[in-house]
């Protein structure tokens, strides 16, 4: 059985640290919490500050934004949006 691919989009800074809009990643198990995602990207991209712009960031699966990201469990096929923090006035 292959290993389960979802599709991550990028928005502002976080498309600014990685240098992509979109990604397709195959996650490490059949049952991938949500909550874990953050490292995970983080792996995939060291060292260009993914890490400070995960943590103020929101996530929405499939167009519906997530309150607890612990309670979303990622089993493939998904669209996850990483939503930065927005200013201007």
Do not use: R
């Not at 292959?2 to 990685?18: D, G, H, K, N, R």
């Amino acid at each position: 059985m292959s290993q389960p691919e979802i599709t991550v989009l990028y928005f502002a800074a976080a498309s600014t640290a990685t240098g992509l809009t979109e990604q397709s990643v195959t996650l490490p198990a059949s049952q991938y919490p949500l909550s874990s995602l953050s490292d995970f990207l983080v792996s995939l991209h060291p060292d260009v500050g993914l890490d400070k712009i995960l943590q103020s960031s929101q996530w929405s699966v499939n167009a519906e934004m997530v309150d607890n990201v612990e309670e979303v469990t990622l089993k493939g096929g998904e669209e996850v949006a990483v939503i930065c923090p927005v200013s201007g006035g």
